[in-house]
Structure formats: C-alpha cells, structure tokens
C-alpha cells in the first residue's frame, strides 16, 4: 500500500468514527480492519534463540504476523520485509513500539515505516506489548507506573528480556546486520525504547523516541547511545513543559539534556527553523549524538505521520508536516551503529 493510498485508507476510517476522541480506539479499531498478513509461527522460544544467521534464507517481502514464546508468554510481533530484500545482504533492523493503548498493527498503520523500509532498505518490526489497556496493550517498563497510575501487575512479562530476545529471534531468521539495530516507539513505546537504551545498549545501536522521551533512572547503559527524539510543543498527553502523569514529571528539554550529560556532550546547538527548533548536541563521546526536534504547536502526533480527523486533533492537538519523522530518524539511524 502507497503512502498516499495508507492515507486516504486512514481518513476513511477515521472520518466513520469522529465522534471517538480516544486515538487508541481510532487507532487499533482502524488498523485491524487492514491487516491481512498470514499468521506464522516461530519455533522455539526467542530467549534461546540460536545464534545463527538468517543470511542465506529466502524471505517475501512485505508484512507477515508472527507468533513467539518468551518467558513462557505467547508474544506476537508484525514484521515487514522491504521489498527488493535477497537474504544475501545483511540489512538493518528497526523495532517500531506502539503507545499506550494500541496495537501492533495500529503502530504499522499509524507511522508509515513501511514505506520508508521499502525505500531504505531495512527491516522493521512491530511487537504488541502485553498489559491488556483499553482497546490494546501497554509495555511493562521496569518501575514506572502505566497510564492512569497504577504499576503493572507483579506477574507482568519482562518486556526487556522479550524485546532483546526478538532481536536474536529475528537475527536467526533474516539477514540482520546486528550492528545496525534501532528502536523507536510513540509515547509509551518512547518511553520504552528509552529504557531500552538504557538496559540493553549492546543490542540498540540508536534511539529515537517519539512524543515521550525520557531518561530512565538507573541507566545501565555502557557506553554513548546516540539519541533522536521528535515531540509536539502543544502536547496534552505528555506535556513538553512535564508536570504530566505520574510517569511524565520533568520536561523534554530536560529529557534530552540528561541524555546528552550521560553521553558526554558540549553545550548544544540551536536551530531554529519554520515549525520546528533543533536543539542538537552533537560534541559527544564516541560519536554519538543527543537530538531533540521539538515541533512547534504539534500535539500527541507522530511528525509527517497520515492526516487525522479534527475529532483526533481536538482532543490531541494539531498535527506538524515541519518534519518528516522517519525520514529524520533513518538519517541518524544510518550514521550510528554499534562499535566493532
């Protein structure tokens, strides 16, 4: 499906539910009603994974649901091939999370990463989280209460454990270049690919956080992580300024410059340009970098993301084409990988 196909499909979806003001429920209802991928399953469990290499292996390009057991939980995870893929070739890989509330497909459906996959040439992945919420799932983030304050149940899956291991899962299947594995995610999904910088630097070679960057406490990270994070100024839901939820205190100014203080950066640079400030800290350790595009007037959105109805913007705030979020994230992706 082209991007402009995606769109129109969206807006008519959407248009048939404006008097729902819940982007979750816009989101997850619209985005089942276009997912048609064949259900497979992958044997064994993720965790233990063996450490071959899917290099050799034929694989279909486009997107195809796969079920997986980790932690003795059944995990499912949307994966899409870009097309021209040969399996000869290692390529990149990139884990797309969704927010809080919704769904793997909706997180498909609701980026646009395909089309840059199929452009670029990387593989991208969607895992579902596993905490039921609403209309979806929210991630289990160690120590950090879920949306409306309570903490995830005690018996909850490890989703560092099942996120790290998807990423050897996916290495024995497909030709990975596991030097070039990326996170990103929408609101509660930044805030989980922020943890994942954190617990798991030696699998993500980057970070780029959409609408909810944060800096978990404690950070065990061993080394730079380069960082890129996009977040509307209008913001309702994880305000920019902070004084949010529970989980969402200090503000993303202050996110980005804590990240830049662990990597090691100088004082950053500003640019100011029409819908949008960069703040770029890009004096850091090892080569990594700290970049925060905050976009002016935009809410809950994802940047450049397919247009929504006033009945989403209204209760979300408006939308910002200033930046093209995937494109911006692939650039930084592409000029990060993990050291030799």
Not at 24 to 32: D, K, N, P, Q, Y
Not at 216 to 236: E, L, W
Not at 270 to 298: R, S
Not at 328 to 336: G, L, R, S, V
Request: aromatic share 8%; proline share 7%.
């Amino acid at each position: 499906m082209g991007l402009l196909d995606r769109n129109r499909s969206w807006r008519g979806c959407l248009q048939a539910l404006a008097g729902i003001t819940v982007l979750a429920t816009l989101v997850a209802g619209c985005a089942s009603t276009q997912s048609s991928a064949p259900v497979t399953e992958i044997t064994g469990n993720a965790l233990t994974a063996t450490s071959g290499s899917g290099c050799g292996q034929a694989a279909a390009s486009g997107s195809t649901v796969y079920h997986l057991v980790s932690g003795g939980h059944l995990r499912l995870v949307i994966v899409h091939v870009p097309a021209g893929y040969t399996g000869k070739t290692a390529v990149p890989l990139v884990l797309s999370l969704h927010g809080s509330e919704s769904t793997a497909s909706a997180q498909e459906a609701f980026s646009g990463l395909d089309v840059t996959s199929d452009t670029d040439g990387f593989i991208v992945a969607y895992p579902q989280a596993l905490i039921q919420a609403g209309p979806g799932y929210d991630w289990n983030i160690p120590g950090v209460p879920l949306l409306g304050g309570q903490y995830p149940p005690a018996n909850a899956a490890n989703d560092i454990t099942f996120l790290t291991g998807l990423v050897h899962s996916l290495a024995a299947k497909y030709c990975v270049d596991t030097r070039r594995v990326y996170a990103t995610g929408m609101s509660g999904g930044a805030r989980m690919s922020s943890q994942l910088a954190c617990d798991a630097s030696q699998t993500f070679a980057a970070v780029a956080p959409v609408s909810g960057l944060r800096l978990p406490s404690p950070c065990p990270a061993t080394r730079p992580v380069p960082v890129i994070a996009f977040h509307g100024t209008a913001d309702p839901v994880d305000p920019f300024n902070g004084n949010g939820q529970a989980y969402w205190t200090y503000s993303v100014p202050q996110a980005a410059a804590r990240w830049a203080a662990r990597d090691g950066c100088g004082s950053p640079r500003t640019v100011k340009a029409t819908g949008y400030t960069l703040t770029d800290y890009a004096t850091c350790q090892a080569g990594t970098a700290v970049e925060l595009y905050a976009l002016a007037g935009e809410g809950h959105e994802w940047p450049g993301g397919p247009a929504m109805p006033s009945a989403v913007t209204k209760a979300l705030g408006p939308q910002s084409n200033a930046v093209d979020a995937n494109i911006t994230m692939w650039t930084f992706f592409e000029a990060h990988e993990l050291p030799a």
